[in-house]
């Protein structure tokens, strides 16, 4: 069972904005793709269309706390960290690192959580329980790293 | 003194994304443009570099819940409060509504803290007092509006 | 019939990068804002899920010379002109005007051809004629406005 | 000297729209990655601020011609090649190539062409020689490469 994942990223220019650092959007970007490799290093993607019925993963709430700005050519690791597992949501937390800095820097941290829905007849998403063989794949992060 | 503004943005095609609905990062960009319409409308740029020395607005903070699936050329309200007013910082929640529906519906809510900084001689940037001129112009929405 | 529309934006903050100005790859995006006000003026929208089968857009060719920089804040024009209809693609022309300047500026010049495409049975794309009922609405600008 | 650079990206979900397939307009921030790489692995970066005056990069031409979708995961080649090298400007091709295939795909053609400026008194850009210990180093590519 996994509860992490670290992906690794370095700062692209279309991703500054005129102040000369990272577009705060651009952070909750940066942690879909920690989520998305932790999904891919289970065996699985985020888009699950081979379940029947095919499985989506939509954001219910995401929040980022920056503390430090992050810029052009910085090499940024984004610490993902499940950090809640429910029957039909998930919780992550995102811990930013800039490591192209003599001792790493805490730049950020970021939560997100997403549930787990089925397209129904209607067209319309409906909360649905987490396929089985991927839940039993995850695991809640130790208490003392999620502070 | 002002203390909202609501800005209307039609969604754009490349603001979805493969699940067909409005990548949840554009939220934040969303937000930003309602609080910059709200600086225009005092009078003001969020680029303040008319001020001696510059100012900057550097988000600390940001926020939103999920509720609703936004669609390509959907009608989106931007409903900012100023929820905060501190000497060196502002907060703002903002209420997202679709207009193209029968009744307007609620589609999320968001929140975001920023500080005043300016830039100090070894180009680091340190919190700074909201110069007096734009602060005046700015009271803190009544409670009722902030639930 | 209409070979014409004009969109009219202001830069967000987000479309700049650490240089000050627009990232080059947003009047991509700018270009397709005002493709798609032009169908919609039309009474269609780029997706056309009530053809049956639905029909695509997909772009085959993008080109675009930048002549002066876009800043923050500076509301843009972009004039888009049919330049060529075809039964299975047109190509449009887009002119980018700076309108908060004493005289209009000539910022940019753009290109696009986009295909009309319907999803084969195998789940590929496939070239077919625009729906009728579009095409018919559609003409190409006079030579003189081209250049 | 060097007149090539290849990038490998894996395609983000944020990339993508809603036709399940990357966004036209970031093949255009994909080029740039490969450039900025390329400058890198020549003791560069495109933010030249140690060169007094300091350098920038504006883009004047870019184009892109489609010739395959990419898609959510895929991974593609950027092959960045350097076309024409005069001396205030550098011109490039890109070969995007989808990896993940069993033949590796021809997935899109692209081409950039930079111009080297400084800031002048009065805050404009005026082009200016590439300075000499930079384009020392760049090549033009062979002929054969560039078809």
Known sequence: ????????RRV?????DMAGIVHYSNFFRYM????HGFFRELGYSVVMNHFEPPVGWPRV?????????LRFEDEVEIHMLVSEKKSKSLSYIFKFRKLNATIPM????????VVCVVKQADGRMAAAHI????AD???V?????LT
């Open 12 to 16: 692209e220019f279309s991703e500054t």
């Open 1 to 8: 069972m996994a509860y992490e994942f670290k992906a690794i």
């Open 106 to 113: 805490d730049i950020a941290r970021g939560s997100l959580t």
């Open 32 to 35: 879909e793709i920690a989520e």
């Open 137 to 139: 794949k995850i695991d």
């Open 131 to 134: 396929p089985k063989a991927f």
């Open 141 to 145: 992060a130790p208490a003392e790293l």
């Open 61 to 69: 709430h995401a929040e980022c706390e920056y503390r430090q700005p």
